[in-house]
Nanobody, 115 residues
Framework: QVQLVESGGGLVQPGGSLRLSCATS????????MGWYRQAPGKERELVAA???????NYADSVKGRFFISRDNAKNTVYLQMISLKPEDTAVYYC?????????WGQGTQVTVSS
């Protein structure tokens, strides 16, 4: 079993920045892929960014060049640095982990981009 705990969401003005954190209960090396998803009201959950245990990254087209996923192996934590935020980035952001055939989710953290 893997527990994922997100933090760092909040209210930010357009053009602002936020950094989300996802702390894992197991060594991050044991998790094949870590990712961030988001779900806006009335929309389906979508992949925002992902990072493999080997360090390869993948981003949704809508966030390329603005969002950056990284991890701190010593802290078993994955980050999502978000810059140049837009109102359309408003959503609940979920941390996701894939370990073998098992998929784990965090509880979500709200990000609101509004003036």
């Amino acid at each position: 079993q893997v527990q994922l705990v997100e933090s760092g969401g909040g209210l930010v003005q357009p053009g602002g920045s936020l950094r989300l954190s996802c702390a894992t209960s197991r060594s991050i090396f044991s998790i094949n892929v870590m990712g961030w998803y988001r779900q806006a009201p009335g929309k389906e959950r979508e992949l925002v960014a992902a990072i493999t245990s080997g360090g390869s990254t993948n981003y949704a087209d809508s966030v390329k060049g603005r969002f950056f996923i990284s991890r701190d192996n010593a802290k078993n934590t994955v980050y999502l640095q978000m810059i140049s935020l837009k109102p359309e980035d408003t959503a609940v952001y979920y941390c996701n982990g894939v370990r073998g055939s098992a998929i784990y989710w965090g509880q979500g953290t709200q990000v609101t981009v509004s003036s």
